[in-house]
């Protein structure tokens, strides 16, 4: 009767560790699962910003030598807003679906993998 109720307590003793470690292994993934995709979003936020700059820069420098080159400055923000209204119609047009379905898709594998 001993041996019974001492096996009993070890088994016990048993799950109780295993819940312990199993819970322990769960908080780890999902810390390994959030730092994962906080770097990944940082790190695209930084890239993102960089590119931003690079073309905020770029379009003013565009715009300046556009307005030098058609006789007034105000020409040649014109001429670039409206590149950049053409290529927002066009996205918004054709490509919106896709863009979605690329961002869902990336959340998702980064969320799951």
């Given amino acids: 009767m001993e041996d019974i109720v001492k096996n009993i307590e070890t088994l016990i003793e048993g799950a109780v ?10 908080k780890l ?6 730092s994962d ?15 931003f700059f690079f073309l905020l820069f770029a379009s003013l420098g565009l715009a ?4 030098k080159i058609l006789g007034e400055i105000y020409l040649g923000f014109l001429a670039v ?4 209204g ?22 998702i594998k980064s ?3």
């Fill in 111 to 113: 969320a799951l993998y």
């Fill in 86 to 107: 053409l290529m927002a119609l066009l996205i918004h047009l054709f490509l919106i679906k896709w863009i979605k379905t690329v961002i869902c898709n990336y959340i």
């Fill in 17 to 26: 560790e295993y819940g312990r470690t199993a819970a322990e292994l769960a």
């Fill in 81 to 84: 807003a409206a590149v950049y």
């Fill in 64 to 67: 300046f030598w556009l307005g």
């Fill in 37 to 51: 995709f906080s770097a990944s979003v940082l790190s695209k936020l930084f890239a993102g910003a960089a590119l």
């Fill in 29 to 34: 993934k999902a810390i390994d699962k959030i």
